[in-house]
């Protein structure tokens, strides 16, 4: 049920008139005594406001997590994947699969790490470089997998649901190029990552097979493991564990609303320790 008065409020949102819908919602912020203001952007992209930030979204309905300001929900949102349990190195490197709108990299930027961001779909990979990489294309337009092929992709940007992994309801299929952070970071000379995230709606388990040579570069690796894998919605606990396990890695920290877990590389911690 909840499901459906998601989707049927989503649906009212994109239906409404943009010059309706801006009004309203900036009327009622201001009647709430918020600082949020959104408008419109060029390719029916949103631009919220929260008096000192600005950021770009490509689902109007989603402006309201803006609304006690970007910075606010940016932390909560790097909670949900236990980023704040831990202290960060400045100067390292941040991965982001399934980015998004590339909300992560303002996290990562403020704490001075270089910011890698895998984002299939179109209109959020062109939010991503509005709100990290000045407009320019630096989000990679690709999906992490296994190997390196073409997937057919089942897209859901309403709801940041889409998945190389066919899903429920899903608007429609598109084929995508999809690769592995194994040969994307030998391409890019990278050696030593702080946080490499992986929320790949259901497919957590076959991108990080594709990152088994990298992944004892990894100080951090967090995983949303939520019940989002295929028709049947399975969550990906076990399978991710397993590859974790076998690669090193011990369970840091979990946050069991959003079902996400923080995994430490157990020899790179040791060696600090020593």
């Not at 957590?204 to 100080?219: D, K, N, S, W, Y």
């Amino acid at each position: 049920m909840k499901t459906v008065l998601r989707e049927l409020k989503q649906g009212l949102a994109q239906a409404m008139p943009s010059a309706v819908f801006f009004p309203f919602a900036n009327a009622k912020n201001a009647v709430q005594g918020r600082r949020q203001r959104i408008r419109p952007a060029a390719d029916d992209l949103v631009e919220v406001s929260d008096g000192q930030q600005t950021i770009f979204i490509s689902q109007r309905i989603r402006h309201n997590r803006y609304k006690r300001g970007i910075d606010t929900w940016t932390n909560f949102l790097a909670s949900q994947y236990n980023l704040d349990k831990f202290e960060v190195r400045p100067g390292g490197v941040f991965i982001d699969c399934g980015a998004n709108v590339g909300e992560l990299g303002y996290w990562a930027r403020s704490r001075q790490l270089q910011y890698h961001a895998f984002e299939p779909e179109t209109r959020e990979a062109n939010c991503c470089d509005l709100n990290n990489f000045n407009g320019q294309p630096g989000t990679n337009r690709l999906g992490l997998w296994h190997e390196a092929t073409e997937l057919k992709f089942y897209s859901k940007p309403e709801s940041a649901d889409s998945s190389c992994i066919e899903i429920a309801d899903y608007h429609q299929v598109k084929t995508i190029k999809v690769t592995t952070l194994d040969q994307y970071v030998q391409d890019k000379g990278i050696q030593a990552i702080e946080v490499f995230k992986v929320e790949a709606e259901g497919a957590e388990p076959e991108v990080l097979q594709g990152a088994r040579r990298t992944l004892p570069r990894c100080r951090y690796v967090t995983v949303d493991c939520g019940r989002e894998r295929g028709i049947d919605a399975q969550d990906t606990v076990r399978d991710v564990c397993n590859v974790m396990y076998q690669c090193g890695f011990r369970i840091a920290e979990s946050d069991m609303v959003r079902l996400s877990l923080l995994f430490e590389n157990v020899a790179q911690a040791e060696r600090r320790a020593a």
